[in-house]
């Protein structure tokens, strides 16, 4: 009796295993937001037109949408590519003020344990950035790599997600989102 009670629970731990596995690489397209803490570190010479770089720690509300489609080829894993618009805000130090905003594309590779999940990004930003006030005034622009890291929650088709972004800008020693925000797959 107590054998084929172990059997038939073994049975039922097989079936339903393949199904949490598979559970979290839902593919589709997805579009989220996130809101968070931007900042942008010290800035290059010849972005405002100083003699010399200037010191500055900023730091300002950001927020950022985006769309994506994740693939859902491998049980554990998401592979996606994730795209979208990202606000730095208006980050103040020292009376300057920067105003920087940009378009990016990601690809995104996740692992899933069940409904929580944690997921690495590489991808390409292209930046726009104002700076006035202090004695400065210049804009510049470019396009330069991004890097991230998160972890997300699935909720059915709703993610809820916490990140660190870095863009390696090459006017400024260091712009970053630390954002939370969500996602809806359909």
């Known amino acids: 009796m107590q054998r084929n009670t172990s059997r038939v629970l073994a049975l039922m731990a097989a079936a339903v295993?393949?199904?949490?596995?598979?559970?979290g690489t839902d593919s589709g397209f997805y579009l989220g937001g996130a809101v968070g803490q931007a900042k942008v570190g010290d800035i290059d010479a010849s972005a405002i037109g100083t003699g010399s770089n200037l010191s500055f720690d900023g730091t300002d509300t950001g927020w950022k949408a985006f769309a994506g489609y994740n693939f859902g080829w491998i049980p554990?894993?998401?592979?996606?590519?994730?795209?979208?618009?990202?606000?730095?805000?208006?980050?103040?130090?020292?009376?300057?003020?920067?105003?920087?905003?940009?378009?990016?594309?990601?690809?995104?590779?996740?692992?899933?344990?069940?409904?929580?999940?944690?997921?690495g990004k590489l991808g390409m930003v292209q930046w726009d950035a104002d700076a006035s006030g202090g004695g400065y005034s210049g804009s510049d622009?470019?396009?330069?790599?991004?890097?991230?890291?998160?972890?997300?929650?699935?909720?059915?088709?709703?993610?809820?997600?916490?990140?660190?972004?870095?863009?390696?800008?090459?006017?400024?020693?260091?712009?970053?989102?630390?954002?939370?925000?969500?996602?809806?797959?359909?």
């Open 76 to 119: 554990f894993v998401d592979l996606a590519i994730e795209g979208g618009y990202i606000d730095f805000g208006k980050p103040d130090d020292h009376g300057l003020t920067i105003d920087a905003n940009g378009f990016d594309l990601f690809g995104l590779v996740g692992v899933n344990l069940g409904p929580v999940g944690l997921f």
């Open 141 to 186: 622009d470019g396009t330069d790599p991004g890097y991230g890291v998160g972890l997300r929650m699935k909720f059915g088709s709703v993610e809820v997600r916490a990140e660190y972004e870095y863009f390696d800008i090459s006017a400024a020693d260091d712009v970053s989102l630390i954002s939370a925000g969500a996602a809806w797959t359909f």
């Open 17 to 23: 295993l393949p199904a949490t596995s598979m559970a």
